[in-house]
C-alpha cells in the first residue's frame, strides 16, 4: 500500500512558467515532507523539505505547500528553468524516531525552451 | 571536500555469485541507509543504521546483508538469495534527528 503518491508520472512545462508538481500521502504520523531532484543514473539531491507544524517553505525558485487536512503536498518551481528537467521525488518521514523516509515513485519534469 | 562516495559505479556479476557494494561517507553523519531503485519506481529502503554496529532491515531486506563496523562505511552485500538483484543501488546518510537524507552517486549492479 503506497503512502506516498505521486500521480502524475510526467510533467512538461515551458521555460519561464510555473512547474507545479503534486504529491499525497496517507499516513496521519508524517510530520517531516522533502523534495528530491534526480537526473538519470545519480543519486538523488536534496531540494526542499517541511515540517508538519509550517504550510508554506520558500527556498529561491522553490515553494513547498503543505495542506494537512488534505493530506496533500505541493512543490512551485517559478520560473521553470530548462536545467530543472528531472525526476522528482516526494518523500515523508513518520514521527517517532525511525528517520526512515518513504517515497513517491516521482514525477519526471521536462521544460522546454 | 565532504560528500559520500560509492563504488563501482557499474558492476556485472553472474548469478549465483554474492557481491558487495561499498558505501563511504565523510560527513560525519550518524545514520547510514541503502535504497534500491527500479525502473518506473520510487526508492525502497533495504537497511539502515543509526550507529555503529546496529543496524534494521528496511522493507525489502531479504537477500541483502550489511556490516557497520566504522561511522563512515556501510557495505552491502547483495546475495545469491536476493531474486532481483539487477537495479540501481544507492546509499544516504545524515544527523540523527535531521530529516534530510544525502545521497551518494549509486551503483548499477547488473547480474546476468
Known amino acids: 500500500d503506497q503512502q506516498v503518491k505521486q500521480n502524475s508520472p510526467s510533467l512538461s512545462v515551458q521555460e519561464g512558467r510555473i512547474s507545479i508538481l503534486n504529491c499525497d500521502y496517507t499516513n496521519s504520523m508524517f510530520d517531516y515532507f522533502l523534495w528530491y531532484k534526480k537526473y538519470p543514473a545519480e543519486g538523488p539531491t536534496f531540494l526542499i523539505s517541511?515540517?508538519?507544524?509550517?504550510d508554506k517553505n520558500e527556498d529561491g525558485r522553490f515553494t513547498v505547500f503543505l495542506n494537512k487536512s488534505a493530506k496533500h503536498l505541493s512543490l512551485h518551481i517559478v520560473p521553470s528553468q530548462p536545467g530543472d528537467s528531472a525526476v522528482y521525488f516526494c518523500?515523508?518521514?513518520?514521527?517517532?524516531?525511525?528517520?526512515?523516509?518513504?517515497f513517491g515513485k516521482g514525477t519526471k519534469l521536462t521544460v522546454n525552451p | 571536500d565532504g560528500g559520500i562516495t560509492q563504488s563501482p559505479k557499474y558492476l556485472f556479476r553472474k548469478e549465483g555469485q554474492n557481491v558487495t557494494l561499498s558505501c563511504e561517507q565523510n560527513l560525519n553523519h550518524d545514520a547510514m541507509y541503502w535504497y534500491r531503485q527500479d525502473p518506473g519506481q520510487g526508492l525502497r529502503l533495504i537497511y539502515y543504521?543509526?550507529?555503529?554496529?546496529d543496524f534494521q532491515k528496511g522493507d525489502i531486506a531479504e537477500g541483502y546483508s550489511v556490516s557497520r563496523e566504522k561511522k563512515e562505511s556501510f557495505p552491502l552485500t547483495v546475495t545469491s538469495a536476493q531474486k532481483n538483484p539487477t537495479a540501481f543501488y544507492l546509499c544516504?546518510?545524515?544527523?540523527w534527528g535531521y530529516g534530510e537524507q544525502y545521497f551518494g552517486p549509486g551503483t548499477r549492479l547488473t547480474v546476468t
Open positions: 543504521s543509526q550507529i555503529v554496529n
Open positions: 544516504a546518510s545524515s544527523m
Open positions: 518523500a515523508a518521514r513518520e514521527q517517532g524516531g525511525s528517520e526512515k523516509l518513504v
Open positions: 517541511i515540517s508538519s507544524i509550517k
